[in-house]
């Protein structure tokens, strides 16, 4: 079993910053990919931005130039930079991680959700 916990969120005004963060914890041989979706209310969940083991990272284009994702691969963490936020952003973020276990078997994993709720 893998285990992520979030932390950051929270009400914010246009314009402004807020950074997410999601500890991954288990038994893990390989994480495959960290990343952040988000789901706004009646709507379905989206990408945001991913990053994988090798550094490699892909943004939503609503997001791009303002949102940065990065990872501490030592600590199993990601962190999700958001600048410039708009009210469209309002949304719950969650974390997602894809890992391969040590026999090989893979997993997909969902954090608790972070509510972001920006002010205009």
């Known amino acids: 079993q893998v285990q992520l916990v979030e932390s950051g969120g929270g009400l914010v005004q246009a314009g402004g910053s807020l950074r997410l963060s999601c500890a991954a914890s288990g038994i893990i041989r390989t994480i495959n990919s960290m990343g952040w979706y988000r789901q706004a209310p009646g709507k379905q969940r989206e990408l945001v931005a991913v990053?994988?083991?090798?550094?490699?990272?892909n943004y939503a284009d609503s997001v791009k130039g303002r949102f940065t994702i990065s990872r501490d691969n030592a600590k199993n963490t990601v962190y999700l930079q958001m600048n410039g936020l708009k009210p469209e952003d309002t949304a719950v973020y969650f974390c997602?991680?894809?890992?391969?276990?040590?026999?090989?078997?893979?997993?997909?994993?969902w954090g608790q959700g972070a509510q972001v709720t920006v002010s205009s």
């Open positions: 997602n991680t894809k890992v391969t276990f040590t026999l090989g078997a893979k997993g997909d994993y």
């Open positions: 990053v994988t083991t090798g550094g490699s990272t």
